[in-house]
T-cell receptor, first 110, second 115 residues
Framework: GQQLNQSPQSMFIQEGEDVSMNCTSSSIFNTWLWYKQDPGEGPVLLIA?????ELTSNGRLTAQFGITRKDSFLNISASIPSDVGIYFCAGRGGSEKLVFGKGMKLTVNP | ETGVTQSPTHLIKTRGQQVTLRCSSQ?????VSWYQQALGQGPQFIFQYYREEENGRGNFPPRFSGLQFPNYSSELNVNALELDDSALYLC??????????????FGPGTRLTVL
């Protein structure tokens, strides 16, 4: 099935460091979403972006909707141990279908 | 306000069997989407239901079917199970029509193992 190109696939960082991840698509999207998934749980929405160029923050998280509408990034500042998990980007074009990336596994060393 | 719930949490079936997974939408939500998440992958869209009608389908064969009920709860049915159907099945509910600025809230998923 279709998936977005999400990178990096995993990151190991020290507590307090910043981390960035990005997502690219060959298709134009109208919506970009960033989710976090903990083991045994469903994805939880972190940030939603609806306009090209939009920059949105949610606490220590900042995400941007790329101008080309084919990419997005998520930045986490001053990481803490509870940031551990798998982060997914997801995009939606003109239909109801959400397309997800493969995920980025984040490990934070205290 | 209750969140999205799914049942059962885990299920083991054998090849060729049929399975029904259930989802209870968040209160006030009339749209439900189902996703298949294989190990180490992102969720893959199966289909969506809006007001009891299918409103879009991903690249899954017809043996994957669904229902949405008047109370907006939903079922995912899979016939003739194959080994590759082993995955976490997620449902997500949202308010309003697909494509609008709706937020999809995911349930915890049902882990299906096909032996």
């Amino acid at each position: 099935g279709q998936q977005l190109n999400q990178s990096p696939q995993s990151m190991f960082i020290q507590e307090g460091e910043d981390v960035s991840m990005n997502c690219t698509s060959s298709s134009i999207f109208n919506t970009w979403l960033w989710y976090k998934q903990d083991p045994g749980e469903g994805p939880v929405l972190l940030i939603a972006l609806y306009k090209a160029g939009e920059l949105t923050s949610n606490g220590r998280l900042t995400a941007q909707f790329g101008i080309t509408r084919k990419d997005s990034f998520l930045n986490i500042s001053a990481s803490i141990p509870s940031d551990v998990g798998i982060y997914f980007c997801a995009g939606r074009g003109g239909s109801e279908k959400l397309v997800f990336g493969k995920g980025m596994k984040l490990t934070v060393n205290p | 306000e209750t969140g999205v719930t799914q049942s059962p949490t885990h299920l083991i079936k054998t090849r060729g069997q049929q399975v029904t997974l259930r989802c209870s939408s968040q209160s006030g939500h009339n749209t439900v989407s189902w996703y298949q998440q294989a190990l180490g992958q992102g969720p893959q869209f199966i289909f969506q239901y809006y007001r009891e009608e299918e409103n879009g389908r991903g690249n899954f064969p017809p043996r994957f079917s669904g229902l949405q009920f008047p109370n907006y709860s939903s079922e995912l049915n899979v016939n003739a199970l194959e080994l590759d159907d082993s995955a976490l099945y997620l449902c997500a509910s949202s308010v309003g029509l697909a494509g609008s600025e709706d937020t999809q809230y995911f349930g915890p998923g049902t882990r299906l193992t096909v032996l």
